[in-house]
């Protein structure tokens, strides 16, 4: 599994410093995320595969080039909603599919209540949601995704638990990892430390 950490990226680790900070409120937190996801879209699409194309300037015929692959987000419910604005402002060709997964809280097994994505075959995915803990979401999102057979499989965090990168390295060696962060540890009740909290909880307000 290939994963890249933005450790050095100056802007984001201060954002990412705002967002965890318990003052910071719902609609603050929810730019913030927002501005995060910006970041991270801009970064990650500098690597996208291109194919050559035609484009008539107002002057003369020159070559262009054109993303070479269909992209296809995917937030993870409900906090990976909180990345989508981001990425989606900057690739709004791309097609958004949903996946609902919701962590039980005794067991910390993923509870799966929604599923709805285009065609996947052949497409680059980018699968989007903010906390990555146990990777018991992001595993089972994957186990979903792909037996489609998708061109490339990228997975974006913000925050990562060094137990949860292990888990999806061993699991899915084919898929890339993104994360703002890599943080200590997971508490006892599954909590990324030092971490930001719930994610879903500090976005929506619940
Ligand atoms: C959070 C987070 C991830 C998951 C990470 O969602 O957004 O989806 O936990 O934990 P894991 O790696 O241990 O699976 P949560 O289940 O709290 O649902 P929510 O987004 O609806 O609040
Ligand atoms: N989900 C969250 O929102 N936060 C964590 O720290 C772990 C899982």
């Given at each position: 599994m290939k994963i890249k950490s933005y450790e050095k990226h100056a802007l984001l680790q201060a954002k990412i410093t705002a967002l965890r900070?318990?003052?910071?409120?719902p609609p603050i937190f929810a730019r913030i995320l927002h501005e995060i996801s910006l970041i991270l879209c801009a970064d990650i699409s500098a690597s996208l595969a291109l194919q050559s194309c035609k484009v008539e300037t107002p002057l003369q015929t020159t070559q262009g080039f054109k993303l070479r692959h269909r992209l296809v987000l995917i937030p993870i419910l409900r906090a990976g909603l909180g990345m989508l604005s981001g990425f989606h402002a900057l690739l709004p060709e791309a097609a958004v599919g949903h996946i609902g997964v919701e962590r039980?809280?005794?067991?910390?097994q993923p509870r799966f209540y929604y599923y709805k994505v285009p065609p996947l075959a052949g497409s680059e995915i980018w699968l989007l949601d903010p906390m990555l803990a146990t990777g018991g979401s992001l595993e089972f999102a994957l186990q979903k995704i792909l037996p489609q057979k998708p061109e490339r499989v990228r997975a974006v965090s913000v925050i990562a638990a060094p137990e949860g990168i292990r888990r999806i390295r061993k699991k899915f060696p084919q898929v890339f990892l993104h994360v703002g962060v890599i943080d200590k540890k997971l508490n006892d009740?599954?909590?990324?430390?030092?971490?930001?909290?719930d994610a879903g909880d500090r976005c929506f307000g619940t």
């Open positions: 900070s318990k003052d910071t409120p039980d809280h005794d067991t910390l009740h599954g909590y990324i430390l030092p971490g930001l909290g």
